[in-house]
Nanobody, 123 residues
Framework: QVQLVESGGGYVQAGGSLRLSCAAS????????MGWFRQPLGKEREFVAA????????YYADSVKGRFTISRDNGKNTVYLQMNTLKPEDTAVYYC????????????????WGQGTQVTVSS
């Protein structure tokens, strides 16, 4: 069993910042790629960023590159998403996810998901 729990969502004004956290529990995390996805109301789930636990590159969606930063603390089994210069179009439920041996921007490639945390950005 792998459990992912997001936290840190909230309501902010445009231009503000939030940091999301994803606490992971279970085994074999070094073999996983950790990703962040988001799903605006009424839209499809979309890729935000991904980071391997060990080795490999970090990837970002074009829509967030330069504004969002994904990072990890392996000792705490926690992945973070620092979100700066937030825009109203960033409003969505944000999910963390884990993919075994796959670095992918497709939600279908991820095996485990958190419950999601709401981020709302007002104009």
């Amino acid at each position: 069993q792998v459990q992912l729990v997001e936290s840190g969502g909230g309501y902010v004004q445009a231009g503000g910042s939030l940091r999301l956290s994803c606490a992971a529990s279970g085994r074999t995390f070094s073999r996983y790629v950790m990703g962040w996805f988001r799903q605006p109301l009424g839209k499809e789930r979309e890729f935000v960023a991904a980071i391997p636990w060990t080795g490999g590159n970090i990837y970002y969606a074009d829509s967030v590159k330069g504004r969002f930063t994904i990072s990890r603390d392996n000792g705490k089994n926690t992945v973070y998403l620092q979100m700066n210069t937030l825009k109203p179009e960033d409003t969505a439920v944000y999910y963390c996810a884990a993919a075994l041996h796959v670095l992918s921007d497709s939600p279908n490639q991820y095996d485990y998901w958190g419950q999601g945390t709401q981020v709302t950005v007002s104009s």
